[in-house]
């Protein structure tokens, strides 16, 4: 009797394990690319943010208005839209610009969006509430030389239970003072072959 129950025991366990709701997890570097659904992820992003700054800095004339500057050109990451057939958080995109502008020591930027909201904001309420020794100057913001604007686009192909998702990514910096275009990048890097179960279709 004894060894039959342990035998039930065992074999509950067994099913109970087999039924558990806890998610099974497994830690892996950052760096490690990983797609499980087949639609945009960070490795993109990292890939696409990375060689569009590359070639931004390196074009001619973006290198030659940095030469006649005579400092670091400042740039403003402005809207990167999603024209996309699925959900991408653009922000993700201007975030990793900054960054790789800001790191490339070539080109520096200042702050848009709701951050400069924040800020003047700030500014305002410290003309009334700081001393006048420590409040911060009104109309002492660095202009910004240029706008980096852009867009992500999808171009699908699909037969049967197998799609192609191929990404691209444009990329624009334009001269405040002027309008004029100073360079424009794209990025097709990012082409995927996706096969789907087929009764899931």
Same mark, same amino acid.
């Given at each position: 009797?004894? #060894?039959?129950? =342990?035998?039930?025991?065992?074999?509950?366990?067994?099913? =109970?394990? %087999?039924?558990?709701?806890?998610? #099974?997890?497994?830690?892996?570097?950052?760096?490690?690319?990983?797609?499980?659904?087949?639609?945009?992820?960070?490795?993109?992003?990292?890939?696409?943010?990375?060689?569009?700054?590359?070639?931004?800095?390196n074009?001619?004339?973006?290198?030659?208005?940095?030469?006649?500057?005579?400092? !670091?050109?400042v740039? =403003?990451?402005?809207? /990167?839209?999603?024209?996309?057939? &699925?959900?991408i958080?653009?922000?993700? !995109?201007?975030?990793?610009?900054?960054?790789?502008?800001? @790191?490339?020591?070539? =080109?520096? /930027?200042?702050?848009g969006?709701?951050?400069?909201?924040?800020?003047?904001?700030?500014?305002?309420?410290?003309?009334?509430?700081?001393s006048?020794?420590?409040a911060?100057?009104?109309?002492? &913001?660095?202009?910004?030389?240029?706008?980096?604007?852009?867009?992500?686009?999808?171009? !699908?192909? #699909?037969? %049967?239970?197998?799609?192609?998702?191929?990404?691209?990514?444009y990329?624009?910096?334009? @001269? !405040? +003072?002027t @309008?004029?275009?100073?360079?424009?990048? &794209?990025? +097709? &890097?990012?082409?995927?072959?996706?096969?789907r179960?087929? @009764? #899931?279709?």
């Amino acid at each position: 009797m004894k #060894k039959i129950a =342990l035998c039930a025991a065992f074999a509950a366990m067994v099913v =109970l394990g %087999g039924c558990s709701s806890v998610p #099974k997890v497994q830690r892996v570097d950052a760096a490690t690319q990983v797609d499980l659904s087949g639609y945009w992820n960070d490795s993109d992003v990292r890939i696409v943010c990375e060689s569009l700054i590359r070639d931004c800095i390196n074009s001619a004339r973006v290198a030659q208005a940095i030469g006649a500057k005579g400092g !670091i050109p400042v740039v =403003l990451v402005g809207t /990167f839209k999603n024209d996309s057939s &699925e959900h991408i958080d653009t922000e993700v !995109i201007s975030k990793t610009m900054e960054t790789a502008i800001f @790191n490339s020591g070539r =080109l520096d /930027f200042v702050a848009g969006g709701f951050v400069r909201e924040e800020l003047r904001a700030e500014r305002a309420d410290q003309q009334l509430n700081a001393s006048e020794a420590t409040a911060a100057k009104l109309g002492a &913001e660095t202009g910004a030389d240029f706008l980096l604007t852009g867009s992500v686009k999808t171009v !699908i192909d #699909k037969a %049967g239970n197998q799609e192609v998702r191929t990404y691209w990514v444009y990329a624009e910096m334009t @001269n !405040i +003072s002027t @309008n004029a275009r100073m360079w424009m990048g &794209e990025n +097709s &890097e990012i082409k995927k072959v996706v096969t789907r179960p087929k @009764n #899931k279709l």
